[in-house]
């Protein structure tokens, strides 16, 4: 069975009747471009909708369906007054239909007077009054019944959902069992067409929802091995410097056992024909830098070029800074290019990198765009702090005349349990020491109440010539939350401090952004003012205290990553976590890991016990990969079977060409479509 049987389902999403363009860009935000993504938008739960033909005390509290006759409209006259309908049952009671927003017009269209409706939603009371806040308008006949309660955007009902779910559906065909069918038979699990249908009927159907969440993990697994495999079945170069550049090097410290042991694993794998597959997994500090740095010297001592791929400017620029420092004297060059370079400046790279001039070069995604052609790249090394997918790794490849070896960092920690998931298809090395002379970073939990001895506090480390971070959850002020917004913690530091406050944000433009790191760094600056921006890619020794607020909010990994903005240099730095009031006790235990260990990866395994997986790998900053169906506490055990299963087929049909092999096929690019793309499309 071949893959265009899927076709339907990864048509445009506006091939369902109902969407247009207008429609089409809510659906969107949702994350909803294709059938496919609609067919595995799972409702959150259900509400039952009452029949009544009589508005009713009893049913205050109740979802209930009742035609109503609009009599009356009462507008406020600002734009943040409620637009209030007064409406009648056929007996003569009265209820207000409440519209939130200051849209008049759209509750005159939805009901107009003297006029009857099918009124739904959720019978309140406000006073003596009864009310329905936000009610769906029908001017067909409501049955009542069960209903979904799906995942929203502003404009979209669950019933409108529903009904894109119901011909998302009918577009999926039914497809080959691609499950080994003792491990299908041991689980009870429903064929996988059958397991969406159910799910959509019932968010409840445990096997139903176990089966989807296994095709997910199974087609990750098998993805990562076949890449895996591709990588090894095709012969490489084998780079063998002779040390001559890295003996030159002159190194402020010894390097750690850790790092010697991950240098001998590099240059032993480069070493080999077949493509070097590592990812190194180092701890904020541990010197992952200098690992990578020895790695591209390995490549330009045996004529081989370089790539060090960073996933934002603000770092790709910090490394070309941090690496030219280390290489200055050696006979090793090195550029920089980013999607900002253009002209002469552009020009003169891609022809340095196509003549083989340049011997290492740093960017972000650019620097495996069309048009970079290298003359010889022997490695690429990733630093991910995004999820960096199998399918960009194939498109890395595709840069050199053989396939590169292939490094890729990340200062995560990742739970064991969780490493197959991210890379499975991964040699791993581990550095698990920090360099001599870093001092454990100092953490307090306080109260957010005593935020002014916290800015007194901060005033004090100022004069004493330090710098610091002051980190928010949000950037703006918004009426829905109470969280710290940057715009308004900066203004009011700024009121104290004054023009030594500066601040990042998301919605900044790069060379804005970059110009106040740039400040910051310089200590132009005392205090950077930021959202979680920082997170990667800030380097500055001088600055030795952060403070987060509302740090109860931030998962332990994210923490864990801002923290680390602080101990880089010199002496004592300094945590401060802002917590609000009325802890969980979730939140409670993790501050309170924060402020016990700086040890990354016993927070990672912490992160995991207390979140679960699915949140953990659900966090962009994460970098770790991301799945819509499994739950944390199935997810491990998910991961395992799929994973032996994986392997079974593999170790049996490696091209994929038997019955299970062709439906695997299918499993692919249902879940792992762009892999599947670049994978058996020669296949």
Same mark, same amino acid.
């Not at 454990?440 to 007194?456: G, H, M, N, R, W």
């Not at 009011?492 to 030594?500: I, Q």
């Not at 409670?588 to 790998?617: H, N």
């Given at each position: ?343 002469? /400046? ?25 048009? /970079? ?6 490695? /690429? ?303």
């Amino acid at each position: 069975m071949r893959p265009e049987i899927l076709n339907p389902l990864f048509a445009e999403v506006t091939a369902l009747k109902g969407i247009g363009a207008g429609l089409a860009k809510p659906l969107e935000r949702l994350g909803l471009a294709r059938v496919v993504d609609v067919a595995f938008h799972l409702p959150t739960g259900f509400i039952d909708r009452l029949p009544r033909d009589e508005l009713m005390q009893a049913d205050v509290g109740r979802t209930i369906v009742i035609q109503l006759t609009a009599a009356s409209y009462r507008f406020g006259g600002s734009a943040r007054a409620p637009a209030r309908v007064q409406a009648v049952d056929a007996h003569g009671n009265h209820v207000s239909l409440v519209f939130f927003g200051g849209n008049s017009g759209w509750a005159k269209k939805l009901l107009p007077l003297n006029e009857k409706r099918w009124v739904s939603g959720r019978l309140d009371q406000y006073g003596q009054d009864l009310q329905i806040v936000h009610p769906e308008v029908s001017e067909t006949a409501e049955s009542g019944g069960r209903e979904a309660v799906y995942p929203l955007s502003e404009g979209i009902t669950s019933k409108r959902i529903a009904g894109f779910v119901d011909q998302a559906i009918e577009r999926a065909p039914e497809l080959p069992e691609w499950i080994e069918p003792s491990l299908k038979a041991r689980h009870g699990w429903p064929n996988w067409r059958e397991a969406l249908v159910r799910i959509h009927a019932d968010p409840a159907d445990a096997k139903a929802r176990e089966r989807l969440a296994y095709d997910e993990v199974f087609a990750n697994q098998l993805a990562l091995l076949l890449v895996r495999g591709e990588a090894r079945a095709k012969r490489g170069r084998a780079l063998q410097g002779d040390g001559r550049l890295r003996n030159a090097l002159k190194l402020p410290y010894a390097p750690t056992r850790a790092q010697a042991r991950t240098m001998g694993e590099i240059e032993g794998d480069m070493a080999q024909t077949q493509p070097m597959l590592r990812l190194l997994q180092g701890d904020v500090g541990s010197g992952k830098t200098l690992v990578a740095l020895m790695a591209l010297l390995v490549a330009a001592e045996a004529g081989a070029q370089g790539a060090l791929l960073a996933p934002t400017e603000i770092l790709a620029r910090q490394h070309f800074e941090n690496l030219g420092r280390m290489l200055a004297g050696l006979d090793v060059r090195i550029a920089i290019l980013t999607g900002r370079d253009k002209g002469k /400046v552009r020009e003169a790279t891609l022809m340095g990198v196509a003549s083989g001039e340049i011997d290492i070069l740093i960017g972000t995604h650019a620097i495996f765009q069309q048009g /970079v052609q290298y003359r010889d790249l022997g490695l /690429v090394v990733v630093d991910e702090q995004h999820r960096f997918g199998v399918a960009e790794r194939m498109m890395l490849q595709a840069k050199a005349q053989v396939p590169p070896h292939l490094l890729v960092m990340t200062a995560t920690p990742i739970p064991r349990t969780l490493q197959l998931a991210s890379h499975g298809e991964m040699d791993v090395s581990r550095l698990d020491e920090m360099p001599p002379g870093r001092e454990p970073i100092q953490t307090t939990v306080i109260s957010e109440d005593k935020l002014d001895a916290v800015i007194d506090g901060l005033g004090r480390h100022l004069a004493a010539g330090k710098q610091a971070y002051w980190v928010c959850p949000l950037v703006e002020e918004s009426e829905k939350t109470d969280l710290a917004a940057a715009e308004d913690r900066a203004a009011k530091l700024t009121a104290r401090f004054g023009d030594k406050v500066g601040l990042v944000h998301g919605r900044m433009k790069g060379p804005e952004k970059d110009a106040v790191m740039a400040r910051f760094a310089a200590g132009e600056l005392g205090v950077l003012v930021a959202t979680t921006v920082i997170e990667v890619g800030v380097d500055v020794p001088n600055a030795t205290l952060i403070v987060i607020e509302h740090a109860d909010r931030f998962g332990l990994a994210q923490l864990h990553q801002l923290r680390g903005r602080v101990g880089r240099g010199g002496g004592q730095s300094h945590c401060i976590l802002l917590r609000g009031s009325g802890l969980s006790e979730t939140s409670r235990a993790r501050l309170g890991l924060m402020r016990d260990t700086t040890d990354g990866f016993l927070i990672a395994e912490r992160d995991l016990e207390l979140r679960g997986a699915g949140e953990l790998l659900g966090t962009r900053q994460s970098g770790e990969q991301t799945f819509r169906l499994a739950t944390p506490d199935s997810l491990a055990a998910l991961i395992a079977a799929a994973n032996a299963d994986a392997r079974l087929l593999e170790d049996q049909d490696r091209a994929l060409k038997s019955e299970r092999g062709q439906a695997a096929r299918l499993a692919l690019y249902l879940f792992e479509r762009d892999a599947a793309v670049g994978l058996l499309r020669a296949g």
